[in-house]
């Protein structure tokens, strides 16, 4: 099975803070995705990337960017956290766009 | 037009009952629609899919009704039992956009 691993299930940071949350697969997925889970709202794409060194904007990129340096690892980073990015983070990946994805379990992002 | 609005928020079913979700979509570009179940401190996992050239698909208790012309697609789980108490979620893909688009997401509780 495809294993999503997110480096961190809980993170606390200070408003202004520069944060970066890892995620990594294990099944050579070209494609990588970032989405935030607000209540009420569902999932929402951030960015996501069909190989090394690109990257699309997903619906909401303001505030974040992100870096894949190698296949198997894709970064979301928040340049200034603010407490409007306090917020449940899912990373995903695909073998291919027409099937479903792999979730990770998420990093629950508080910003204080 | 990329929007996919789900209904209801949340559901309350007793076990042995039938459970229904109901999906509308808009952009008749999406071609590939699947269901997310999340359960609590997990990420979402795939838990059945359909594309636009059948009407129905079934696996084990959980089935999708698609209705086409109406750009609307449902989820049905069959004879519910307590451990289907989850999020569920429903999405859709077109290749032309290379993402997955999710509902808003529904809160299903079954008791025994």
């Known amino acids: 099975d495809v294993k999503v691993t997110q480096s961190s299930r809980y993170l606390v940071k200070r408003t202004g803070e520069k944060v970066f949350l890892e995620c990594v697969q294990d099944?050579?997925?070209?494609?990588m995705f970032w989405y935030r889970q607000d209540p009420g709202l569902g999932l929402r794409l951030i960015y996501f990337s069909y190989d090394v060194k690109m990257k699309e904007k997903g619906d909401i990129p303001e505030g974040y960017s992100v870096s894949r340096e190698k296949k198997e690892r894709f970064s979301l980073i928040l340049e200034s956290a603010s407490t409007n990015q306090t917020s449940m983070y899912l990373c995903?990946?695909?073998?291919?766009?027409?099937?479903?994805?792999?979730f990770g379990s998420g990093t629950r992002l508080t910003v204080v | 037009q990329q929007q996919v609005k789900q209904s209801p928020q949340s559901l309350i079913v007793q076990k042995g009952g039938i459970s229904i979700i109901n999906c509308a979509y808009e952009?008749?570009?999406?071609?590939?629609f699947p269901w997310y179940q999340q359960f609590p401190g997990k990420g979402p996992a795939l838990l059945i899919a359909i594309r636009p050239d059948v009407s129905e698909k079934k696996e084990g208790r959980f089935t999708i009704s698609f209705n086409k012309s109406a750009k609307q697609f449902s989820l049905h789980i069959m004879d519910s039992q307590p451990g289907d108490s989850a999020t569920y979620f429903c999405?859709?893909?077109?290749?032309?956009?290379?993402?997955?688009?999710f509902g808003a997401g529904t809160r299903l509780a079954v008791h025994p």
């Open positions: 952009n008749t570009a999406f071609d590939y």
């Open positions: 099944m050579d997925h070209e494609n």
């Open positions: 995903a990946s695909s073998l291919s766009l027409d099937y479903g994805y792999t």
């Open positions: 999405a859709a893909l077109s290749g032309g956009y290379n993402k997955l688009i």
